[in-house]
């Protein structure tokens, strides 16, 4: 899985929501709780080349802070970047 995985997916047409499903739940051992998607796409969005809001600080649902580049890349969001979100 990984990466192409996830990109045939959004090459596809599926929803942000239903594609960041299956990138939390397949892509991760141990899979990541769905309560992460609006922290993700909140992320996504900051980290959008129109946005470059890397540093902007995204409130997780396990009650930690991280700044929208860094729950991108521990996430491998990369793939949902420079897309429509």
């Known amino acids: 899985m990984g990466r192409q995985y996830i990109d045939g997916f959004l090459e ?4 942000i929501d ?3 499903k299956i990138q939390l739940q397949c892509n991760h051992y141990p899979p990541v ?4 998607i ?5 992320a ?4 959008q080349p129109w946005n470059e809001e890397y540093d902007r600080v995204i409130k997780l ?4 802070e991280l700044s929208a580049s860094a729950v ?4 491998h ?5 420079e897309m429509d979100s």
Do not use: M, R, T, Y
Not at 61 to 64: V, Y
């Open 12 to 15: 596809q047409g599926v929803s």
């Open 18 to 20: 239903e594609a960041l």
């Open 33 to 36: 709780h769905l309560d992460f």
């Open 38 to 42: 609006p922290a993700c796409k909140e």
């Open 44 to 47: 996504i969005e900051a980290c």
């Open 61 to 64: 649902p396990n009650g930690k």
């Open 72 to 75: 991108v890349e521990g996430l």
């Open 77 to 81: 969001l990369d793939s949902f970047l």
